[in-house]
Each structure stands twice: as structure tokens, then as C-alpha cells.
């Protein structure tokens, strides 16, 4: 019903940046939450950050001051810059969604992309 892609990851070096974008699709009546989360080996998958559909973000401590999300509500788009990135920062990174779609509009969804790979060299 709903579609989240992910693109923007790659390799770089510590110090670098990336900008990772996610594009929701689908049966779409609104979307309230978007996020990032990612998970590097042998972890559990953590928050990096979220934002509401309002503008109200929260970010994970780890990345602070360093990342910045953002969102276009009208392209149901939600892009994450990361900055000043370190090696543990390498892991793969999903992006999440909390949808309200026009089949079940009452009802909140959780979606989440494929995922896209984030290796920062040290």
C-alpha cells in the first residue's frame, strides 16, 4: 500500500558528508512521522531521527549537531544531512514512515524502506 525508496548512501571518508533522501508512494492519506534509523553489524537497530509532519524533530544523541532531517510534505519526501560523519557512523540506514493510507485512513501504519548503506572510512 505504501512504498518508501531510499537513495543517497555511498562510501566516504571521516569527516565527509552524505545527504540520504526517502520518497514515500502508495496509497497515501497522510503521513505524520518520517524518520531514520539505522543498524550497523551485530547492533540493533537504533533512532537516528525523526520528524513530525508539524516540523517538530528529535534527534539521537550520537548524532547531534551533526545531522539535520527535513522533509517536502507536499513531494512525501524525507531527507537526513550528515555531517562531520565517522566511522561509527557506517551502518545501514532505513527510513520510516508512519502512514495513514486511504484504505484504513483511521488507522496509523508503520512502513519502512529497503534500506541503504552508509560506510564512512576511516
Known amino acids: 500500500q505504501v512504498q518508501l525508496v531510499e537513495s543517497g548512501g555511498g562510501l566516504v571518508r571521516a569527516g565527509g558528508s552524505l545527504r540520504l533522501s526517502c520518497a514515500a508512494s502508495?496509497?497515501?492519506?497522510?503521513?505524520?512521522?518520517m524518520g531514520w534509523y539505522r543498524q550497523a553489524p551485530a547492533k540493533q537497530r537504533e533512532l537516528v531521527a525523526t520528524?513530525?509532519?508539524?516540523?517538530?524533530?528529535n534527534y539521537a544523541d550520537a548524532v547531534k549537531g551533526r545531522f539535520t532531517i527535513s522533509r517536502d510534505n507536499a513531494k512525501n519526501t524525507v531527507y537526513v544531512q550528515m555531517n562531520s560523519l565517522t566511522p561509527e557512523d557506517t551502518a545501514v540506514y532505513y527510513c520510516n514512515a508512519l502512514v495513514q493510507t486511504t484504505v484504513r485512513p483511521l488507522y496509523e501504519g508503520t512502513y519502512w524502506g529497503q534500506g541503504t548503506q552508509v560506510t564512512v572510512s576511516s
Open positions: 520528524i513530525a509532519s508539524g516540523g517538530n524533530t
Open positions: 502508495g496509497s497515501i492519506f497522510r503521513i505524520n512521522v
